[in-house]
DNA sequence: ACCTGAACACCGTTCAAGT
DNA sequence: ACCTGAACACCGTTCAAGT
């Protein structure tokens, strides 16, 4: 299975190719201007090779979703390594996300596109359930995490589940980022300090969740630049960006 | 101002049954299927006339935008009259955004669409000015309900204040509904009541800011009932909807 | 002043012909 | 088996000609 014969190997290198220059032109130029047009002139292939790699422009945005649910899950496996409590560990995980969202803002936009009816819709299906796969992968890394939470007692709160806070957690995450990066210049995100807008919405919901320490027995602000700190290998390893 | 000339008013009569038009088509195929050539060809006016409305597809979509926002504030409206403690009608305001949501997912959807840059980019300055008046509007109602909570005292908390608050329960909100209506085949979403999704996370997030009386000392779920049967009229009345 | 539709450039997708 | 690029339908945007 793992074996894979000469030609298979080109092949996957040539879509690596393709996705990295896709990658390039939506950084550029916003997911809106990706075209197979634009993809195919600025490769070395063909429009008939073009749509061999990808069953339509739809389904490239899907490859480009996958690479960046791939590399979100890379950065949250340096989060969990952080050194610190539970609920610190949380932390580190949501400081990820967000160091995600702003050296790759539009592969970050690209995730909700491509999850959206009318783009999943002309995704071819092997493309589907490698975007499935991976996204079962994040959600189990933020599934253990409240288990073990809940286990261990740190989260005492007869109506908070794995599911229910688990989902709470990843909404409101997602929901200051999107919100800070698409809407950026809106009075309501402007007027807040970027720095630690992510880390207040998010100590408010764990704080209702009851998760030991509460933000009023521990100091996240210091947790909170202390894990900037252990995530700045991949803040700077990964500015190959030319424009954003 | 506010005598218009009869030019001016068939001018506006025209763009809302075009903005009507493109409702339409967005609700039955997708915001990302609305072409003005498709807006052209079902509508009783030629290419030159559509682009003396629209400067662009962009600014098109950022119409639909205005009309989404503007319709969320009257939703909005209604819910702020529901009668209860300052808490439920902070709910009330949710319910109301998910009902938005709901009945028209794909105007929910366009409102971030037309915030991301590229988008925003090619809107018309005049329909910028509108977008931005529209969203403080909105945030001016989401602010006076914090504001009320912390003079009266229900939120005690030295660390929230009104801006941080606001928008954290914004997020929340959004994140939570952006999340069920595009992503709802996930795992995370699926496995979770749908219907008491959005109060569960709310819920969490305000006991987390100190918000009294706190789901533990309070029947949330009833409310919820009751805003619902509130809210209904809104529900009824505006599902004219061909398609979802 | 406003409306029309031809015109053109660009893009998505297919497929017959070539290796 | 895989690659190529011509071909065609569709779309965004402009603008000369018409009222």
Tied chains: 1, 2.
Excluded at 54 to 82: G, N, W
Excluded at 236 to 242: G, I, Q, R, S, V
Aim: include cysteine; charge should be negative; proline fraction near 2%.
């Amino acid at each position: 299975m793992s074996q894979l014969s000469k030609a298979e190997q080109k092949r996957q290198a040539r879509e690596e190719e393709l996705i990295d220059l896709a990658v390039e032109i939506i950084a550029n130029e916003g997911p809106g201007s990706l075209t197979l047009e634009k993809l195919t002139s600025r490769s070395a292939y063909s429009k008939g090779t073009i749509y061999n790699h990808f069953s339509s422009k739809e389904d490239c945005l899907s490859a480009l979703c996958c690479r960046a649910v791939s590399s979100i899950m890379t950065f949250f496996q340096q989060a969990v390594e952080f050194d610190g409590n539970l609920r610190e560990k949380a932390l580190a995980i949501h400081y990820a996300y967000q160091l995600y969202s702003r050296i790759h803002p539009t592969l970050f936009q690209v995730v909700l596109i491509s999850k959206s009816p009318g783009v999943r819709d002309k995704t071819s299906d092997k493309r589907v359930e490698c975007m499935d796969l991976l996204e079962n992968q994040i959600n189990d890394v933020s599934d253990s995490m409240f288990q073990h939470a809940l286990q261990q007692g740190e989260i005492n709160n007869p109506h908070v589940s794995v599911e229910t806070a688990s989902f709470a957690n990843w909404a409101m995450s997602f929901g200051t980022l999107a919100l800070a990066s698409s809407a950026a210049e809106a009075t309501a995100v402007s007027r807040l300090d970027q720095e630690t807008i992510l880390l207040n919405n998010v100590n408010l919901l764990l704080d209702g969740m009851g998760w030991s320490p509460l933000s009023s027995e521990w100091d996240y602000c210091d947790s909170w630049k202390r894990i900037a700190e252990h995530l700045k290998p991949l803040a700077t390893h990964h500015t190959n960006n030319t424009h954003d």
